[in-house]
């Protein structure tokens, strides 16, 4: 059974966003859990402005965490890992929405989408905003707070 993780760095956008994520090969599929502190907290939509939170959560493309430009960072991790080519909803490296408490959060969850393997060299991005599970490609989940490489732990 193998184990990944992921250390959460936050970007311009949230420099004292950070935190862990770990991904287990449980049977028949993957445990997932994460832990974070310094989330934005929510914010409602007001007029044409999205919400701030809860933070949408994804495995991207590439375990690329450069910053880029400071305005909207972490553009070189790519779009929504898709390794299935599914419409945006039921990607492999779609995950639940993050909520804020005081900064924090913590989830655990299962995933057969997936093995510990296939998501090597991968990134995890959490989002400014929630994911709407329906915008194609990549769900309306605003600008990328933070980033994270997946490596394998040894």
């Excluded at 997936?114 to 994911?131: M, S």
Aim: include cysteine; aromatic fraction near 10%.
């Amino acid at each position: 059974m193998a184990t990944a993780f992921a250390i959460i760095q936050g970007g311009p956008l949230a420099p004292s966003l950070s935190g862990i994520v770990y991904f287990t090969d449980v049977q028949g599929g993957v445990q997932v859990c994460v832990s974070v502190r310094g989330l934005p907290e929510y914010k409602p939509a007001a007029g044409n402005q999205a919400p701030i939170g809860p933070h949408g959560f994804h495995i991207h493309q590439f375990g690329n965490c450069e910053v880029g430009d400071p305005d909207d960072p972490f553009k070189a991790a790519g779009d929504h890992w898709n390794p299935d080519n599914q419409p945006h909803g039921n990607h492999a490296g779609d995950f639940p929405v993050l909520f804020s408490n005081n900064g924090r959060a913590f989830i655990c969850f299962f995933t057969n989408r997936f093995r510990v393997r296939d998501i090597i060299g991968k990134a995890v991005i959490i989002h400014q905003n929630p994911d709407d599970y329906r915008s194609q490609p990549s769900g309306n989940a605003g600008k990328r707070l933070a980033c994270g490489v997946i490596r394998l732990m040894r």
